[in-house]
């Protein structure tokens, strides 16, 4: 019968682990439940933001409510240094992560507040459908269609009086005065034939500049101005280089800032042109004698025989040369005796 040989006790585990993945990272996740903070992979993974931009992102979504976060405050925390600091805080500003507003207090002065956003695409969005979703501006009134209200209590209820039995009790009643249009499309054509030319410019504007995409809303309501510049008789090249250039980098409102430049910048009418406007003095009449030009004779061909050219100076349409044999003949002939 064969020896056995007796099973040999298992060695201890390598060092080595066995992972799905062949290389990159491999995360260990543990779960958390408190002290943590969501941060989206738009931040995380932000193709234009720079590290320190990331990072200062992350820590300053990380602090409780009125922490401070200037550069000052941010320059003790890190080892950065504070200018590092400032451009990664402009970086997010640019990117609407980060939003400085100046406020003023009760106490009358003014603070400079900073707002961060977690999710700043989808705060736009949501501002953005809560302006489509507002409702229409009550169209203006005039005072005679207003129904006089007589007050009484609460609990009894509103009882009107008729404004035609008001006048003929002798009461003065206003007279009716033409309301004006509530609705902007009957008011627009009325005001200037520019409007669908200005309404173009503005919504073309994101072709030149990616900053000055505006909303349907905000090119309605800036058209009125542009319509200004082009009665006043400036040209379409002349309102865009008027709201297009020197703009700043940080630019929070674009709608805010063309308004400001549309209203700032309004050229003045141009005034009619009078007649002869280009002449100095008064223009020229009927009766005004002008002096001859010495230089305006006309050129002719002699008339002696030769083929010269000369300008028309005398009675005679000889050139000097003919005219000098002519008076040499004359003085040759034989004077006849009678």
């Known amino acids: ?40 992979n738009h931040l995380a993974q932000h193709r234009a933001l720079s590290l320190v931009a990331i990072g200062l992102a992350v820590h300053i979504l990380s602090l409780p409510q009125g922490a401070p976060v200037d550069i000052r405050s941010l320059a003790d925390r890190f080892p950065e240094g504070r200018d590092r600091i400032a451009f990664g805080l402009r970086e997010l500003e640019a990117h609407g992560y980060l939003e400085r507003v100046r406020e003023r207090t009760d106490g009358g002065r003014f603070v400079t507040r900073t707002y961060a956003h977690n999710a700043p695409a989808l705060t736009r969005r949501r501002a953005e ?38 006048e003929a009790a002798g009461d003065p009643v206003a007279e009716e005065a033409p309301s004006p249009p509530s609705d902007v499309s009957e008011r627009e054509p009325l005001m200037s034939g520019h409007r669908d030319k ?10 030149i500049d990616d900053r000055f995409t505006l909303s349907r809303k905000d090119v309605e309501s800036l ?20 709201m297009t250039a020197d703009v700043p980098v940080l630019l929070k409102s674009p709608a805010g800032f063309l308004a400001h430049r549309l209203r700032e910048g309004l050229p003045p009418p141009l005034s009619a042109l009078p007649p002869y406007a280009d002449l100095p003095g008064d223009p020229p009449t009927a009766a005004a004698s002008i002096p001859p030009n010495p230089w305006s004779d006309p050129w002719t061909d002699c008339e002696g025989g030769c083929t010269r050219v000369f300008r028309e100076s005398a009675p005679v ?21 009678v």
């Not at 058209?223 to 008027?242: C, E, K, L, M």
């Open 317 to 337: 349409k000889c050139c000097r040369d003919c005219r000098a044999r002519r008076v040499a003949a004359s003085l040759k002939s034989p004077v006849r005796t």
């Open 1 to 40: 019968m064969a020896a056995t040989k007796p099973i040999a006790a298992p060695g201890p585990t390598s060092g080595v682990r066995r992972n799905a993945t062949r290389s990159g990272v491999t995360h260990v996740r543990a779960y958390q439940s408190s002290h943590y903070t969501i941060i989206g």
């Open 223 to 242: 058209t009125p101005a542009v319509v200004g510049w082009f009665d006043n008789g400036a040209s379409r090249a002349a309102v865009i280089h008027a």
């Open 198 to 207: 200005a309404f173009a410019l503005l919504a073309g504007l994101r072709r």
């Open 129 to 166: 459908a809560a302006e489509v979703r507002e409702e229409p501006a009550v169209p203006a009134v005039t005072v005679a269609s207003i129904t006089p209200v007589v007050s009484v209590a609460p609990a009894v209820p509103v009882t009107t009086v008729d404004a035609v039995g008001v």
